[in-house]
């Protein structure tokens, strides 16, 4: 029997300037009046299908706040939260973790295939750090907010990605999703 690798990938919805959410932590401006005729309309069938190929959910506790105050719509799917702080919940799939990243995939995130990181940008900037991401996806919403809480944040590091796909929305949103690219290490 084959073992077949993990897929970690990072995935941010982001104003056209990069913010993932406005200077106050608000995400409201993320619903969007606009629409573009060429685009693709999601059907509840394809984000149900979409959402049934998750394994596992690695998110932030600001996060997993938003989820509980806008309706959870991680399902009975294993949520780890990443936090320091003291939180609770009453769901039986919820997990709070506050260990390293690399310790993490390799001790929790092992019997997961298709791994799905929604957290801030500190989360998102860690993950690639360690080179522990395998694909970013980036959902581009159709408004400049001009100042907010940037999708990347003093990662401090180049890094190589390739493109494997662009989708329009009708809702004016446009997804691009790049593959990592591994950095060779020498010495």
């Known amino acids: 029997m084959a073992i077949t690798k993990s897929t970690?990938?990072?995935h941010m919805v982001s104003s056209l300037d990069g913010f993932i959410a406005s200077k106050d932590g608000s995400i409201s401006w993320m619903n969007s009046n606009d629409h573009y005729e060429n685009g693709i309309t999601l059907t509840e069938e394809d984000v149900r299908a979409f959402v049934d190929r998750i394994d596992c959910y690695?998110?932030?506790?600001?996060?997993?706040?938003?989820a509980l105050e806008l309706g959870w719509?991680?399902?009975d799917k294993p949520v780890i939260?990443?936090?320091s702080r003291n939180l609770e919940s009453d769901r039986s799939?919820?997990?709070f973790y506050s260990g390293g990243l690399q310790e993490l995939v390799r001790d929790?995130?092992?019997s997961y295939q298709k791994i799905w990181v929604a957290g801030g940008s500190k989360i998102a900037g860690d993950f690639i750090r360690l080179q522990l991401a395998d694909e970013i996806i980036i959902s581009i919403m159709p408004v400049i907010?001009?100042?907010?809480?940037?999708?990347f944040d003093q990662i401090g590091q180049e890094q190589l990605l390739h493109l494997e796909?662009?989708?329009a929305y009708q809702d004016g949103m446009v997804e691009l999703s790049y593959e990592v690219k591994r950095r060779q290490v020498t010495g």
């Open 108 to 110: 929790k995130l092992e």
């Open 58 to 66: 690695v998110i932030g506790s600001h996060t997993y706040e938003h």
């Open 8 to 10: 970690i990938t990072i």
């Open 165 to 167: 796909n662009v989708t």
């Open 73 to 75: 719509p991680y399902g």
């Open 93 to 95: 799939q919820v997990e």
């Open 145 to 151: 907010l001009g100042e907010g809480i940037p999708f």
């Open 81 to 83: 939260v990443l936090t």
